[in-house]
């Protein structure tokens, strides 16, 4: 049995799971560059919807001011990297 839809935001991902001929994405907000840049370069002919995942320990607007959020980013920064160097998938358009 599916959860219940309660608010706009899992109204929206609803749709978008529903959506014929493509894939739904939802990754943490630090990992979601990295899962955007990497998943159509994996599946070049699949749709894919995207939708960072609620992390309530991270705030974009102040990530440098908590210790978990600054790991988190740097670790990131790193994995960009990496992916670029090893599989060419770069990290901006």
Known sequence: MLPKVRTTKQR?????????GGTFLSSSPTCFT????TFPTLL??????????????YDAGRWWQYEHSLVAAFN???????????YGIAPVG
């Open 44 to 57: 070049p002919d699949t749709t894919i919807y995207v939708s960072p995942a609620p992390d309530p320990r």
């Open 76 to 86: 990131e920064l790193i994995k960009l990297g990496f992916y670029w160097a090893r």
């Open 12 to 20: 929206m991902h609803a749709s978008w799971c529903s959506r014929p």
């Open 34 to 37: 990295r899962a955007v840049r």
